[in-house]
C-alpha cells in the first residue's frame, strides 16, 4: 500500500495525534493476514477488513439489515470506513468499530481476539499499524474536537441528540472531546473568538445551521481570522430544525452517521461570503434570502414545535397569498445563462484540474499574518454599484436566494450548481406573481433536482450582489435571512470570498451531487 506523503507538523492538514503513528506507517512488507485465537484469521482487504472465525456461526452474531457485507455466516468484513480504532494490548487485538443498526443509525461495536502466537507481537503491532492506515485513509486519527451543544436549536433535542447518539461514536474514534452547552444566543461566537486554535483541529456543532453561522463569524474575530478561519474546521452533528451543513458535508440527518463522517472526514475550503450592511460586515457560509424562503425561515417562531416541517408549512401559507417581495437587484455575474452554468459545473467538478486540499490550504497559509478579513473588492452599499454590475428593479419579486452550498435541506437541493470553493455564489430569483399551480409546480420540482431548468427560475453564477429590499404596500416589516439567521431590514452588499473558510466533509458523501440535471437526457 502506497503510504501517504510525510508532510511537517506545522501542516493543518495533520492533525498532530495523528502524528504518533507516522513512524508506523511504512507498512509495505506487513503481512495481510494475523492468525489470532479460536482458529480465526483477520485479513486486510483492499476495502474491508475480514474477520474469518468458525465461531461466527454459534455467536449469534447478527449482521444488521445486510448492511456489513458478510461472505458467509463464518466470515465478517467491515469496512474500513468503519473502522474507528484498534489497539495491541500485550497479546490481544482490539477492534472498535461503527455498527450500522439501521440505514440511518450506527453505534460503536467491539471485536477483540488474542494472538494465536505471542511471539508475533511485533508482527501484529505492524498489521494495527496497517489496519488504521487503512481506516484513516484521507482523513486523520483522534482529532482534537470542541463540540457546542445549543440546546435551544430545533426540538431542543441536540443535548440528548449528541449524548445518545454522536458521542459514543466520536469517543470509540478516540477523539480528544471538550463539551460545551451554549447558555445564550451569541455564545457560540464568543467562544470560538475566544478559543486557542492550536489546542483543536475542529468546532463541532450540535445544533442547527445557526449555530457554525456564529462560529465562522467567532473565528473571524480571531487576532489572526485567515488563520483561525483556516486552521479550525468547522462542522455539524445535526441537532436543530436547520441542518444544511451537515446535509452538505455528509449527507446525513442522523446524529450518529454524521458523527462517523466528522471521524473520517477530511479537511477542505470551503467559499465564505462576505455580507455588508453599510460599515457592518459578517460572514455567511450558506444562504442570504428575501422573501418567501426568509419569512419561512424567520416568521414561523411560533410553529418552532413542527420541527423542519415548519417551513413547508409556513411556505405553503404563503404561497396562496402569490406574495411579492419588492427590491433593486444589482450583481456582478459570472455565468448568466444555464447552458453555461453547466457546462462550467462540469468542467470544474470533473475536468481534474482543481489543486488538492493540501496544495490550497499551503496557498492559504500564506495569510495567516495578516490581522484583517480579506479586504471587500467592490466596497459596500454606501459606494457606487460599480459599473460592470447588472441593475434591475424588481417589483414583483417573490423570492431571492443566494446560496454556497447544493442543500438548503434534506430535500431541498436548490443550488444544484453549487461547488464548496469555486470561488461563486449561486444565485436565483423567481417571481412572486407566477401562478398557484405553476409555484407548486416549482416546489416539487425541487426534490426531483429539476429546479434549475424550470423556465420560471432565474439562475446565475454570481461574485457578488447588491440587494434593496422594499416593503410592498400594508407590508410591516421585512425579514432579510443570512444563514437562517435575522439581519437588518436594510440594503446589503454580499461578495464572495473563495476558499476563506474550512470544512469537515467525507469526499463522495456530502458534496457528492451530480449537478444541474442535463434536460436532453
Ligand atoms: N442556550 C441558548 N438559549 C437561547 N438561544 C440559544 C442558546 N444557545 C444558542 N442559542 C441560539 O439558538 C439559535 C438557533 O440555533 P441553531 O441554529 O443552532 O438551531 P436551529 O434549529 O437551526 O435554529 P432554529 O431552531 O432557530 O431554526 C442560534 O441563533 C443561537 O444563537
Given at each position: 500500500m502506497a503510504s501517504d506523503p510525510p508532510r511537517s507538523l506545522s501542516d493543518p492538514f495533520m492533525d498532530p495525534a495523528a502524528s504518533e503513528h507516522a513512524e508506523d506507517s511504512n507498512v509495505g512488507?506487513?503481512?495481510?493476514?494475523?492468525?489470532?485465537?479460536?482458529?480465526?484469521?483477520?485479513?486486510?482487504?483492499?476495502?474491508?477488513?475480514?474477520?474469518?472465525?468458525?465461531?461466527?456461526?454459534?455467536?449469534?452474531r447478527k449482521i444488521?439489515?445486510?448492511?456489513?457485507?458478510?461472505?458467509?455466516?463464518?466470515?465478517?468484513?467491515?469496512?474500513?470506513?468503519?473502522?474507528?480504532?484498534?489497539?495491541?494490548?500485550?497479546?490481544?487485538?482490539?477492534i472498535k468499530h461503527a455498527l450500522f443498526t439501521s440505514k440511518t443509525a450506527v453505534r460503536p461495536a467491539y471485536i477483540t481476539y488474542t494472538l494465536a502466537d505471542k511471539s508475533t507481537a511485533?508482527?501484529?503491532?505492524?498489521?494495527?499499524?496497517?489496519?488504521?492506515?487503512?481506516?484513516?485513509?484521507?482523513?486523520?486519527?483522534?482529532?482534537r474536537l470542541k463540540v457546542l451543544i445549543n440546546p435551544h436549536g430545533g426540538k431542543g433535542l441536540a443535548p440528548k441528540l449528541y449524548a445518545q447518539e454522536a458521542e459514543?461514536?466520536?469517543?470509540?474514534?478516540?477523539?480528544?472531546?471538550?463539551?460545551?452547552?451554549?447558555?445564550?444566543?451569541?455564545?457560540?461566537?464568543?467562544?470560538?473568538?475566544?478559543?486557542?486554535?492550536?489546542?483543536?483541529?475542529?468546532?463541532?456543532?450540535?445544533?442547527?445551521?445557526?449555530?457554525?453561522?456564529?462560529?465562522?463569524?467567532?473565528?473571524?474575530?480571531?487576532?489572526?481570522?485567515?488563520?483561525?478561519?483556516?486552521?479550525?474546521?468547522?462542522?455539524?452533528?445535526?441537532?436543530?430544525?436547520?441542518?444544511?451543513?451537515?446535509?452538505?458535508?455528509?449527507?446525513?440527518?442522523?446524529?450518529?452517521?454524521?458523527?462517523?463522517?466528522?471521524?473520517?472526514?477530511?479537511?477542505?475550503?470551503?467559499?465564505?461570503?462576505?455580507?455588508?450592511?453599510?460599515?457592518?460586515?459578517i460572514l455567511s457560509f450558506l444562504s442570504q434570502s428575501w422573501g418567501i424562503v426568509a419569512e419561512c425561515d424567520l416568521d414561523t417562531e411560533d410553529i418552532?414545535?413542527?420541527?423542519?416541517?415548519?417551513?413547508?408549512?409556513?411556505?405553503?401559507?404563503?404561497?396562496v397569498g402569490k406574495t411579492v417581495y419588492p427590491a433593486e437587484v444589482s450583481v456582478k455575474v459570472e455565468y448568466g445563462d444555464?447552458?453555461?452554468?453547466?457546462?462550467?459545473?462540469?468542467?470544474?467538478?470533473?475536468?481534474?484540474?482543481?489543486?488538492?486540499?493540501?496544495?490550497?490550504?499551503?496557498?492559504?497559509?500564506?495569510?495567516?499574518?495578516?490581522?484583517?478579513?480579506?479586504?471587500?473588492?467592490?466596497?459596500?452599499?454606501?459606494?457606487?454599484?460599480?459599473?460592470?454590475w447588472v441593475t434591475t428593479d424588481m417589483p414583483d419579486l417573490g423570492n431571492f436566494f443566494c446560496g454556497n452550498l447544493v442543500h438548503m435541506s434534506a430535500d431541498a437541493p436548490f443550488f444544484p450548481a453549487a461547488l464548496p470553493n469555486d470561488g461563486l455564489m449561486d444565485l436565483f430569483d423567481v417571481d412572486g406573481t407566477i401562478g398557484r399551480l405553476a409555484a407548486i409546480k416549482l416546489m416539487v420540482s425541487i426534490e426531483q433536482n429539476q429546479f434549475f431548468d424550470q423556465p420560471d427560475v432565474h439562475y446565475k453564477k454570481i461574485k457578488a450582489f447588491r440587494l434593496s429590499p422594499r416593503l410592498r404596500p400594508g407590508q410591516k416589516q421585512g425579514f432579510i435571512s443570512v444563514d437562517g439567521e435575522r439581519i437588518d431590514f436594510a440594503p446589503l452588499q454580499a461578495e464572495i470570498m473563495p476558499g476563506l473558510g474550512t470544512v469537515l466533509g467525507v469526499p463522495g458523501k456530502g458534496f457528492h451531487f451530480d449537478g444541474p440535471q442535463d434536460p436532453t437526457r
Open positions: 512488507s506487513t503481512p495481510s493476514e494475523l492468525q489470532v485465537d479460536r482458529n480465526a484469521c483477520l485479513s486486510l482487504r483492499e476495502d474491508a477488513l475480514v474477520v474469518s472465525d468458525a465461531g461466527l456461526a454459534h455467536s449469534g444488521c439489515c445486510g448492511l456489513i457485507p458478510s461472505t458467509s455466516s463464518t466470515t465478517l468484513a467491515i469496512p474500513y470506513y468503519n473502522i474507528l480504532d484498534a489497539t495491541l494490548d500485550g497479546s490481544e487485538v482490539s511485533p508482527t501484529a503491532k505492524a498489521w494495527v499499524s496497517r489496519l488504521l492506515a487503512s481506516a484513516y485513509r484521507g482523513s486523520v486519527r483522534a482529532r459514543p461514536i466520536l469517543k470509540a474514534a478516540g477523539c480528544e472531546i471538550d463539551a460545551e452547552t451554549t447558555t445564550h444566543s451569541g455564545h457560540a461566537l464568543e467562544i470560538a473568538r475566544d478559543l486557542d486554535i492550536d489546542k483543536y483541529d475542529a468546532i463541532v456543532c450540535c445544533s442547527g445551521d445557526g449555530t457554525p453561522h456564529e462560529v465562522f463569524n467567532g473565528l473571524a474575530q480571531q487576532a489572526y481570522p485567515r488563520r483561525a478561519l483556516r486552521k479550525i474546521a468547522v462542522t455539524l452533528i445535526p441537532g436543530g430544525s436547520g441542518n444544511a451543513l451537515a446535509i452538505n458535508l455528509n449527507g446525513t440527518t442522523s446524529p450518529s452517521v454524521a458523527a462517523l463522517a466528522i471521524v473520517k472526514a477530511a479537511r477542505m475550503p470551503l467559499d465564505l461570503v462576505s455580507v455588508s450592511q453599510g460599515e457592518k460586515r418552532r414545535w413542527m420541527g423542519s416541517a415548519r417551513f413547508t408549512f409556513g411556505f405553503f401559507k404563503r404561497l444555464k447552458d453555461t452554468i453547466r457546462a462550467e459545473y462540469k468542467k470544474a467538478r470533473y475536468g481534474g484540474a482543481g489543486e488538492s486540499s493540501a496544495d490550497a490550504d499551503h496557498a492559504r497559509e500564506l495569510h495567516d499574518d495578516e490581522t484583517t478579513l480579506p479586504k471587500l473588492i467592490y466596497g459596500t452599499v454606501n459606494d457606487p454599484v460599480p459599473e460592470d
